[in-house]
Nanobody, 122 residues
Framework: QVHLVESGGGLVQAGGSLRLSCAAS????????MGWYRQAPGNQRELVAT???????NYADSVKGRFTISRDNAKNTVYLQMNSLKPEDTAVYYC????????????????WGQGTQVTVSS
C-alpha cells in the first residue's frame, strides 16, 4: 500500500526556519497534487500550501512570503521550507497527496501522513 512519511519538525524560536519533508512510497502509479495542512490543538485542520505535478503553487494568506512548497518528482517527495516562523505557526503539520495506486482500479485517492510537530517559541 501507499504510505506518506513526514520529517523535519521540531522546536525553533520565533524568526527561525525549518524544512519539512514528505516522501511517498508503495505501489504508486502516479502522483498528482501534493500539499501541506496543519492543525493546532482545539482548531480545525487548515490548508497551508499546495503544489501541482507541474510545479504550480498556492499558499494560505497567513504564510505567503514566508513558506515555500516544492517537490522532487523523481523522489516522490514534497518539501515545505518555513522561514520567519511565528508562534502562531505552532501545529502538527500533515502531508497530503493525490495518488493513483496499482491494485486500486486506477482511482485517484487522497493519502495522508502521520504528521510532524512544529513548535515555535516566543
Amino acid at each position: 500500500q501507499v504510505h506518506l512519511v513526514e520529517s523535519g519538525g521540531g522546536l525553533v524560536q520565533a524568526g527561525g526556519s525549518l524544512r519539512l519533508s514528505c516522501a511517498a512510497s508503495g505501489s504508486i502509479f502516479s502522483i498528482d497534487a501534493m500539499g501541506w495542512y496543519r492543525q493546532a490543538p482545539g482548531n480545525q485542520r487548515e490548508l497551508v500550501a499546495t503544489i501541482t505535478s507541474g510545479g504550480s503553487t498556492n499558499y494560505a494568506d497567513s504564510v505567503k512570503g514566508r513558506f515555500t512548497i516544492s517537490r522532487d518528482n523523481a523522489k516522490n517527495t514534497v518539501y515545505l521550507q518555513m522561514n520567519s516562523l511565528k508562534p502562531e505557526d505552532t501545529a502538527v503539520y500533515y502531508c497530503n497527496a493525490d495518488i493513483t495506486a496499482y491494485g486500486m482500479g486506477r482511482v485517484r485517492t487522497k493519502y495522508w501522513g502521520q504528521g510532524t510537530q512544529v513548535t515555535v517559541s516566543s
